[in-house]
């Protein structure tokens, strides 16, 4: 990389910044982040980023609010201190499920990060697998969108092959990127007819598809509660599936996820390092995202094609 760019990391997963820094063949950049006694943020550039094209790596989950309003104060001091150009570096953007209103009196909060980002004073995001492609619309901003199914695919075939295999949408909004996964692994696909009665519940109504005697590979764009996942393994399974796998690209693990896909009849779970994980599970299997994540950047930095990057 040449002397104008700068990589630096936010508090959220310094880990993935790390290995992303690696695969770029350069040092992460210093930057002191602290907090006041009664709780604020405090940021400091300890070199200078005067003229650089800074790309600042921070997922913006759990905390989300503290990990949200970091980048904000991190994009603001690197704009006072006369950076050239500054791109946010989101491997998981959160609040972008709330992506529509669903009832009345509700926000978009995937919209109003995407403001605050601009707003703040970035001029670039890249991000990976949001939860809804129309939240590409809410970047008024430069933005670039990357897909975890490379890198999560490659893993899953280099370990079980694709014999037997169908790709399944764990709900309706998941069927696009089920379709895409199917034509990489030349597969066909079943979806389920997912219903959340409430908030963070969810029951399966209908299962569109054969699934007998086949290899059943879940994918999702997160798992949060896990109840998803775990209850289209159930359904799966009571429909003839012989064996369940799943992939979601981000792995939330709210609340007792872990011990709920534990206990599941699930064989794996796949997920990336875009959230760094706070305990250990011998189910779930992670795949680092910061190749792709470090190729793109590199792409972006020297305003090269990233859709060729993808297509390969
Ligand atoms: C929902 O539409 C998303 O695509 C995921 O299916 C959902 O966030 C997973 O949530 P949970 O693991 O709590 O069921």
């Known amino acids: 990389m040449d002397k104008n760019f700068a990589l630096f990391s936010g508090s959220s997963n310094p880990s993935l910044a790390e290995e992303m820094a690696k695969f770029l063949d350069v040092k992460l950049g210093q930057v002191e982040l602290k907090r006041f006694v009664d709780g604020e943020n405090y ?17 913006t989950c759990n905390p989300q609010n503290d990990n949200i309003m970091e980048l904000l104060i991190m994009i603001d001091a690197a704009k006072r ?35 605050l980002l601009g707003s703040a004073g970035a001029e670039k995001v890249l991000t990976m697998d949001l939860h809804s492609d129309q939240v590409q619309g ?22 079980h092959g694709n014999k037997n295999l169908i790709v399944v949408a764990p709900d309706v909004g998941a069927s696009k990127r089920a379709r895409a996964y199917a034509k990489i692994l030349g597969t066909e696909i079943a979806i389920i007819d997912k219903r959340r009665p409430r908030q963070n519940q969810s029951i399966v109504m209908n299962l569109v598809g054969d699934v007998s005697g086949k290899t059943a590979l879940l994918v999702d764009d997160e798992i949060n ?33 872990l011990e709920k896909l534990e206990k599941s009849p699930i064989k794996e779970v796949i ?12 189910k779930i299997m992670v795949v ?16 090269k094609s990233i859709s060729k990057m993808l297509h390969q």
Do not use: W
């Not at 997920?271 to 011998?282: C, D, E, Y």
């Open 81 to 115: 201190a006369a950076a050239e150009r500054i791109t946010c570096v989101i491997p998981y953007y959160g609040y972008g499920k709330q992506d529509r209103k669903i009832n009345d009196r509700e926000p978009i909060t995937a919209k109003l990060v995407a403001k």
């Open 225 to 257: 509660t896990g109840g998803t996942l775990v209850n289209a393994a159930e359904a799966l399974l009571k429909n003839g599936a012989k064996e369940v796998y799943a992939i979601g690209s981000h792995g939330v693990f709210a609340g007792d996820a």
């Open 288 to 303: 680092s995202v910061a190749p792709l994540m470090a190729e793109a950047i590199k792409r972006m930095h020297e305003n």
């Open 271 to 282: 997920v990336t390092n875009s959230i760094p994980m706070k305990r250990k599970s011998s």
């Open 138 to 159: 809410f970047f008024d901003i430069r933005s670039d969108f990357l897909y975890a199914s490379g890198p999560l695919m490659n893993y899953f075939t280099k370990k």
């Open 43 to 59: 940021v400091n550039y300890s070199e200078s980023v005067r003229g650089l094209d800074i790309y600042i790596v921070q997922s």
